[in-house]
């Protein structure tokens, strides 16, 4: 298993005091303009950015997890013909009621498992996520959710600022913080601005 997906890299408490850095420090977030969230909001906040953590190294493995199904597939298909091909043998030579009743319970006994399996929720981290879950390649896929989360958390405490993504703002330092610790990429806050002027412009003519 990728022990990629065995932790969580966000707390409550190294956000918070992600946070409360003062500006003078080189990784701050906030200036003295900003309030920081409440302990509340930072703990949903956390919340969230696990959950893009752990749908970001899912993503990843999805090919592998993808191909094992398909596996599992193929030989339930290589399964169903080698007793199609047991029945056909019993019948041809005409084999005693009690060996075909003892292949009969053996096909129950595989139909039973079969059965269980395709309904069985696959749920562990190396079965990979659900079908529908859209796909996460890099730190673009999941920016704008990172982006939702923060300015989520800090209106709880500043309600009337609007957070944008210009190069030097808070919610340009908070995604160049939180990023990296998501997708495992280098990321600036220069090409986090150029992500979302890019959409912007994007927006403007659909």
Same mark, same amino acid.
């Given at each position: 298993?990728?022990?990629?997906?065995?932790?969580?890299?966000?707390?409550?408490?190294?956000?918070?005091?992600?946070?409360?850095?003062?500006?003078?420090?080189?990784?701050?977030?906030?200036?003295?303009?900003?309030?920081?969230?409440?302990?509340?909001?930072?703990?949903?906040?956390?919340?969230?950015?696990?959950?893009?953590?752990?749908?970001?190294?899912?993503?990843?493995?999805?090919?592998?997890?993808?191909?094992?199904? %398909?596996?599992?597939? =193929? @030989?339930?298909? $290589? +399964?169903? !013909? #080698?007793?199609?091909?047991?029945?056909?043998?019993?019948?041809?030579?005409?084999?005693?009621?009690?060996?075909?009743?003892?292949?009969?319970?053996?096909?129950?006994?595989?139909?039973?498992?079969?059965?269980?399996?395709?309904?069985?929720?696959?749920?562990?981290?190396?079965?990979?996520?659900?079908?529908?879950?859209?796909?996460?390649? %890099?730190?673009?896929? =999941? @920016?704008?959710? $990172? +982006?939702? !989360? #923060?300015?989520?958390?800090?209106?709880?405490?500043?309600?009337?600022?609007?957070?944008?993504?210009?190069?030097?703002?808070?919610?340009?330092?908070?995604?160049?913080?939180?990023?990296?610790?998501?997708?495992?990429?280098?990321?600036?806050?220069?090409?986090?601005?150029?992500?979302?002027?890019?959409?912007?412009?994007?927006?403007?003519?659909?």
């Amino acid at each position: 298993m990728n022990s990629s997906i065995d932790y969580d890299p966000f707390t409550v408490d190294s956000l918070t005091e992600m946070f409360l850095r003062s500006p003078d420090q080189v990784d701050f977030i906030l200036t003295d303009r900003q309030m920081a969230p409440s302990r509340r909001a930072i703990e949903t906040l956390t919340g969230l950015l696990d959950t893009a953590h752990r749908a970001y190294n899912w993503s990843k493995e999805q090919k592998d997890a993808n191909a094992r199904l %398909n596996n599992i597939v =193929v @030989a339930m298909e $290589v +399964l169903d !013909a #080698f007793f199609d091909e047991r029945e056909n043998e019993c019948e041809i030579y005409k084999l005693s009621p009690k060996i075909r009743l003892d292949e009969r319970e053996l096909y129950d006994k595989f139909v039973r498992f079969r059965d269980a399996l395709t309904t069985h929720a696959l749920l562990l981290p190396t079965d990979g996520p659900n079908p529908l879950m859209a796909d996460i390649k %890099n730190w673009h896929d =999941v @920016a704008d959710s $990172v +982006l939702a !989360a #923060f300015r989520i958390a800090m209106r709880s405490t500043n309600p009337y600022l609007h957070f944008g993504t210009y190069a030097q703002g808070p919610a340009t330092r908070f995604l160049e913080q939180t990023l990296p610790r998501i997708t495992g990429e280098r990321i600036t806050k220069e090409a986090i601005n150029q992500y979302f002027k890019r959409k912007k412009r994007q927006n403007r003519q659909e």
